[in-house]
């Protein structure tokens, strides 16, 4: 089985893909910026069912925090077969209405 890394995993898309592939078995990291104020849901449905997925740190708007969940990650599972880069954020109005530093953070 795969060893996946899905980052934005405590809610929606996110959530529902770490679940989603730790049901079928594959071996999940589910990172979020914050896991010790979100991810109730998720640990709660990781450990009821008893499923291959671990909560992470990972801030994907800091190289460091990027780094250093990668480095963890790596030294425990040896390897990473699936990212799935779901992180992000969504600006709010029309593009030419937002600052450019609304828009630079949303990329």
Known sequence: ????V????????????????ARAGHTVYATMRNPKTGGEELRTIAEREHLPLRIAALDVDSDESVR?????ILAEARRIDVLVNNAGISGIGPVEENPIAAFRATM
């Open 68 to 72: 250093n969940a990668f480095v963890k």
């Open 6 to 21: 899905i980052t934005g995993t405590s809610t929606g898309i996110g959530l529902a893909t770490a679940v989603t592939l």
């Open 1 to 4: 089985m795969a060893i996946a």
